[in-house]
């Protein structure tokens, strides 16, 4: 990969990971609902997760799966309902939710969500479809460079989402006002599982 070809993939991941999608909005309720320090192994999930996945698609698993469509359908499906679940934790959350020793998503979770989110999809599928070249070095190689390299670009861009959602725990210090921000979260994910479903 060349420099500029690596800038141009930067740029591309940054706008990817930086843009409202599931997994912004649960680093959002995440943070608005345990902070900064406790939502850092959800970022890293995230983050960490759709590195990975760029790698296997790149490397060519996406055009396995994407190439099958009883598959495809399949994991569709698993999805939303896997969406819809957290979508309805996120709304329902409440001050007993906020308990110290209570764990939010961690990272196995929030990387394992990167599978069944749509956006993760879209974006690993059109990446690999754009990115990837014949004449540079091979596959592996290739896959490598955008799966760190999106780790890399998402990580700052994540985080955004994660210090919002903190940030907005001081207007979400009554029990009203947090339950309004968890059903509006919620209700945007369940939103998104039309993304899947269409």
């Known amino acids: 990969m060349t420099s500029e070809q690596a800038v141009a993939f930067l740029l591309f991941a940054a706008v990817a ?3 409202p999608g599931p997994s912004n909005l649960l680093l959002t309720a995440t943070g608005a609902n345990v902070g900064v320090l406790r939502g850092l192994p959800c970022l890293l999930g995230v ?3 759709m590195g990975v996945m760029m790698f296997l698609v790149a490397f060519g698993l996406g055009s396995v799966v994407l190439a099958n469509p009883t598959v495809l359908r399949v994991l569709n499906w ?3 309902a896997f969406m819809l679940w957290l979508a309805w934790k996120i709304a329902t959350a409440g001050r007993s939710d906020l308990d110290p020793r209570r764990k939010p998503v961690g990272f196995s979770g929030a990387a394992a969500f990167q599978w069944i989110n749509p956006k993760s999809w879209l974006v690993c ?3 690999a479809g754009t990115y990837l070249h014949a004449g540079s070095r091979g596959a592996v190689a290739q896959a490598m460079a955008f799966g760190g390299l999106f780790v890399l670009a998402s990580l700052p861009c994540c985080f955004v989402w994660l210090a919002f959602g903190a940030t907005a725990q001081r207007w979400l210090r009554t029990d009203r006002a947090r339950r309004t921000f968890n059903i509006a979260m919620g209700a945007l994910l369940a939103g998104s599982v039309l ?3 269409l």
């Open 125 to 127: 599928a059109s990446a």
């Open 78 to 80: 698993v999805g939303a």
């Open 195 to 197: 993304l899947i479903l």
């Open 47 to 49: 983050s960490v997760g």
């Open 17 to 19: 990971a930086g843009t």
